[in-house]
């Protein structure tokens, strides 16, 4: 079975710009989050989607948004990019089940200039 | 204060040692304790999953959790250098695909051969 998938693996973008992260989740999860790993925050949580929804939010401004479509897959968008945002964005997917398994794919690592 | 502490690291240890890894956590709402092991330019992997107080072990790692003291570990019998990565705790208040990880900082250990 395939692993999470995420895409692209590396970035570089410029202060105010924008930028869109994708990641596919393992074949039959539902369930998608996002974190955002830096050196210094480590890994902090910064949503999550179920069946197209959002069902848990972590403490990032608005200019953090995703969406999932109907086939799991997940895309998150930075708006008006800051220095601080250079980060490894991971996304993890979940089975539907009663435990908290998460798997993670390798990240997109983010570099804003 | 963070939710999640964690030794900041970095470690070094000869192979063959033992190894302690701690984390200490403030919210009494949690229930389900996890480590992660994550190896450079990679995502996170689970290694370990308990749910609230006592031991589990697989193989060279054993997981312990004291929530009377809201105190875990993560110890590793007979270390390699293949072990060499950043453990991260993480730990949750309820489960399900709905769960929401929260993450110490992370350690990053190395086995010297």
């Known amino acids: 079975k395939a692993g999470v998938t995420q895409t692209p693996r590396y970035l570089i973008k410029t202060r105010g710009q924008q930028v869109t992260l994708s990641c596919s989740p393992i074949?039959?999860?539902?369930?998608v989050s996002w974190y955002q790993q830096t050196p210094g925050q480590g890994l902090q949580f910064l949503f999550e989607?179920?069946?197209?929804?959002?069902?848990n939010k972590g403490n990032f401004p608005g200019r953090f948004s995703g969406r999932q479509f109907s086939n799991s897959r997940s895309e998150m968008n930075v708006s008006t990019l800051e220095l601080g945002d250079s980060a490894l964005y991971l996304c993890?997917?979940?089975?539907?089940?009663?435990?908290?398994?998460?798997?993670f794919g390798p990240g997109t690592r983010l570099t804003v200039l | 204060q963070k939710e999640v502490e964690q030794d900041p690291g970095p470690l070094s240890v000869p192979e063959g040692a033992i190894v302690s890894l701690n984390c200490t956590y403030s919210?009494?709402?949690?229930?389900?304790f996890m480590w992660y092991r994550q190896y450079s330019r990679k995502g996170p992997e689970l290694l370990m999953y308990?749910?609230?107080?006592g031991n589990k072990e697989d193989g060279r790692f054993t997981a312990q959790v004291d929530k009377s003291s809201k105190y875990i570990s993560l110890f590793i019998r007979d270390s390699q250098p293949s072990d060499s990565a950043t453990y991260l705790c993480?730990?949750?208040?309820?489960?399900?695909?709905?769960?929401?990880?929260?993450f110490g900082k992370g350690i990053t250990l190395s086995v010297r051969p």
């Open positions: 993890a997917s979940t089975t539907s089940g009663t435990t908290d398994t998460q798997y």
């Open positions: 989607y179920f069946s197209e929804t959002q069902r």
């Open positions: 919210n009494s709402a949690f229930q389900y």
């Open positions: 308990t749910y609230s107080s």
């Open positions: 074949s039959g999860h539902r369930s």
């Open positions: 993480a730990m949750s208040s309820n489960t399900g695909a709905n769960s929401k990880l929260t």
